[in-house]
């Protein structure tokens, strides 16, 4: 069995938003352009953000970038490069315009114009107060994003390869030269011979047992480049978010707090008061997720329990309905609560991958820690690492990110595949996915994929989640490491050819484990804590030793880590009060 | 709780006709559908198929019918389910395999409406203005997420494959009525033509089905007004 080749100037991997808008991008640069998704594009968890996008449109009250780099950099606990971060908040704005222009349906205040609401994190003039940011509509804005996006592509006659999953990335003398794809529906493999590649894959809450991530993100473009010998960037910080359905991980947007709800406790105290007196239940998420288990530690649950209440009920039907539909659908549908008489029980859920592969602010990737660019290899999206988000991301940025670094992407890649010709393929690129395919067709051990998955994602919750300490990670690489040997021993059950979602979903596997090995390893490394990352053997921010980012590669299956330094430009590192 | 599942399963390779194969599985009574498909396909019988992403009714990846109505299997409750739960594909699409079926012909309808906003004008520096009233005219269309429940729950598009159905006239309410929008006649000609608008014989089947809430109906006899008054 052979592969067919396919041949296009420009791949883009992932129909998401970071995807769908580099070839927006592309298709107006008259690049030749082909979009591979595993999943059907509307179908990217970009279509499940809720809360909205942040541009300092100052549409309702006074705003401006400068507060809004401020705020990231902060929120970022001055991990985030800040070039990248002045980058991004620019250019949130003409972007948001420019989703209008799309036809995006954005809430409107009385004059027309976009409305925005509160979000954690984001304030007036250097934290004097919660400030209103976050451009929306209801609260199904990525929906409105992905869909949007999705029909502009249309519109522009943008070629896709719907449920095509990419196994490998074609990589050779620090030049890429395409992807190998598996085609779900009929089995066959693909050789898709390009000059330039975008990786805009998506995130990895899957490696998490409780997270508001879809079944789909399992890393899939960050583990191709891992073995590919690419670095990932800053894997140790993954974001809790701190309000999903109990027990379910569904997310219920920050955007509940930014129309005025709170949290409460046991007791029914508002306990975020006393943590972040200022801006209260709107701190950013790494700080409200820890205040939640340090209540629960000191016995304040609800009912003694590991969870606490969401607050909705004096925000009124009125608001409930109009600006939070969804929110209040979900807790009705898989609560069968009504928000607007009943307290939530939330949790806090894995939610969103800071680190990734790293890249620069014009997308392209960088294959090491001093800088070297991967040439016609690229990354945007939640799969990517800037790095604009640092050790903790603000809520609405990371629609920014990939909107803003999606484009950088197309355009970057433009202008590459104007000034290069096809670099040839070496001799039979789709050896090793066959090869791949086969193992799993055939190897034979008894392991289930489902129980493998399970386990894994259960020790990194315990482990690896909002509180670290050396004993937990290292039992994480315990775990891991025997998760690895049983993977050797996985047994596909489905041997077809046709629509085998059996096989795909060991790959996905393999992908998570290589990802949470890496990620516990750079946890375990990193004696500080920062944003995300909360070591309690290590609870103090070590700016002396640890303001740098760090390169994690896997070798010979042995994780290598390299550091690279934060660039820092107006923001001076101080503690970070709310 | 114990449950029994009755699935539909095919594959191609080996099956001439569809057949039923009965599960099953231990479940909490808040578990969804799609948790308790998963732990069979988990655990039990790997080769059962079934597309899902989101798993919280947002992607429209798991559409499939559930006790005889079209619904999205990661948004209905084991414990809202008569027993046995009987679980088939959607109907009016080739199956694929099990629990999935062959999309193409549906985005090939939505894309025939033009499901994109058309302006051709410079666009001002900032936004173009849109009041909440005028919003609110398509506001509802906008929550669509492809899922086909409705088109293939409708007896006009059982009948007639080549009806445009319901999911793709809810992508030309929402262009036909979006104040920003310049390509409304264009599109009530599509949609006006022999297999659009008219060929709905409100049933109401789409509205039901609909995870979304959409008002389907209501949509196209929007879009059937429209059109008509355009004919005075
Ligand atoms: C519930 C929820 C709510 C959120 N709310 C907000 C919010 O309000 N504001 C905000 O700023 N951020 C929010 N986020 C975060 C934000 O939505 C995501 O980070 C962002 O949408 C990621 O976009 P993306 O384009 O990088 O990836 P995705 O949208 O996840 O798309 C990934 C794409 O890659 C494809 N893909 C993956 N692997 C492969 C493979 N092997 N082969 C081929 N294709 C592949 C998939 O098919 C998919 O098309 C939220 C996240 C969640 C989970
Ligand atoms: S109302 Fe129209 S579109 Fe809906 S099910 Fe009936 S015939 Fe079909
Ligand atoms: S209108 Fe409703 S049922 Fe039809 S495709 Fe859209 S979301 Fe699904
Ligand atoms: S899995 Fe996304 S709608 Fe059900």
Redesign the pocket.
Known sequence: MGAQIHKFEAIV?????????AALALSKEKVQTA???????T????????????AALANVEPDNPEWHMYDTVKGSDYLADQDAVEIMCNEAVTTVYELEHLGLPFNRTPEGKIDQRK?GGHTRDHGKAPVQR?C?SA?R??HM??QTLYQQCIKNEVKFFDE????DLILESGICRG?V??QISNGEVHVFHAKTVLF????S?RMFKI????H??????MA?ALRRKIPLEDMEFFQI?PTGIYKMG??L???CRGEGGILRNGKGERFMERYAPTIKDLAPRDIVSRCIYFEVRDGNGVNGKDYVHLDLTHLGAEVIEKKLPDIADFVRTYMGLNPVTDLIPIQPTA???MGGIPSNFNSEVLGDEKGTIVKGFYA?????CVSVHGAN??????????LVF?RRAGLSMAKYCRANDFAPLPKDPENEVLAQIEWLRSNAGGEKTAVVREALQCTMMDNCGVFRTSETLQKAQGDIAELKKRFLKIQVSDKSQVFNTDMLEA??LN?LLDLAQVTVDAAFARTESRGAHYREDFPKRDDAQWMKHSFATLSAGKTDLKYKPVVITRFQPQERKY | MKVELKIQRFDPVKDQEPHFETYAVDCEPTDRVLDALLQVKGLMDGTLTLRK??A?G?CGSDGMRINGRNRLACKELIQSQEQPIVVEPMKGFKIVKDLVVDMEPFFEKFRAVKPYLINEDPPPAKERLQSEKQREKFEDATKCILCACCTTSCPTFWADSEFLGPAALVAAQRFIFDSRDQAKEERLDIVGEKEGAWKCRTIFNCTDACPRDIEVTKAIGEIKKEELFRKL
């Open positions: 991997v992932g129909g998401g938003g970071a995807g769908l808008y979009v591979l998704s595993k999943l059907y594009p179908r990217s968890h970009t279509g499940a953000a809720q809360g909205g996008i942040g979000f976050s929306f609260d804005t990525g994003i992905l095509y999953h990419v196994m992807v794809a598996y805009a894959t998506g995130g809450g997270t508001s991530n879809a789909a993100l399992t890393g899939d473009g191709v978010h569904i997310l947007s920050e955007a939610h969103y991958a945007a999206g939640e799969c990517a991301r603000l809520g609405t940025n990371s629609l920014v990110d990939i999606g790959m996905e992908n | 992403s989101c919280h947002v």
